[in-house]
């Protein structure tokens, strides 16, 4: 029993090694990042923001909550252990759906403290999915199988 534990363990850890060398190799560019930006600078992002201050998460938010634009915030912080490993998927699924608009909201930036409050984030990473003007989801963790079962059930 314990060494089933032991070998399902090593192939989801070399699983994930080798998705992260995947990633690494063909998303991301290296020269041109830093800590804060690391996890989200790809060649192709077209429905990806990175919001920086306070009147651009306003501006999103106004979009989401009008109804023009079917919206997915992504809180995080630079050193938020499950944030890193959830980027990568949160970076594939808005190419996969590119008529989302995925916002990320670094928490430690300056300027978005009053941001938070608004949408009563707590803790990182969050995700809070808007369709049709109304927040019809929120996720907190880093949940794979959840983040992918709820922009498939809301955005396919």
């Known amino acids: 029993?314990?060494?089933?534990?032991?070998?399902?363990?090593?192939?989801?850890?070399?699983?994930?090694?080798?998705?992260?060398?995947?990633?690494?190799?063909?998303?991301?560019?290296?020269?041109?990042?830093?800590?804060?930006?690391?996890?989200?600078?790809?060649?192709?992002?077209?429905?990806?923001?990175?919001?920086?201050?306070?009147?651009?998460?306003?501006?999103?938010?106004?979009?989401?909550?009008?109804?023009?634009?079917?919206?997915?915030?992504?809180?995080?912080?630079?050193?938020?252990?499950?944030?890193?490993?959830?980027?990568?998927v949160i970076l594939e699924l808005s190419n996969k759906y590119p008529h989302v608009t995925t916002y990320k909201v670094d928490i430690d930036e300056g300027g978005l403290s009053n941001a938070l409050g608004k949408l009563n984030v707590s803790a990182v990473p969050t995700m809070q999915f808007f369709k049709g003007g109304v927040k019809k989801a929120e996720l907190v963790g880093a949940d794979v199988i959840k983040l992918r079962s709820i922009m498939e059930h809301l955005y396919k």
Not at 6 to 27: C, D, G, K, M, P
Not at 37 to 45: K, N, P
Not at 56 to 77: C, H, I, M
């Open 1 to 88: 029993m314990k060494s089933d534990w032991f070998n399902l363990h090593q192939i989801a850890r070399n699983s994930f090694i080798a998705t992260s060398t995947v990633y690494a190799s063909t998303e991301f560019n290296f020269s041109n990042t830093d800590r804060r930006t690391f996890c989200f600078y790809a060649r192709d992002r077209s429905g990806f923001v990175v919001l920086k201050s306070e009147k651009e998460f306003n501006n999103a938010l106004s979009k989401a909550r009008d109804g023009s634009l079917p919206s997915v915030f992504y809180f995080t912080a630079a050193w938020c252990g499950p944030c890193r490993l959830i980027a990568p």
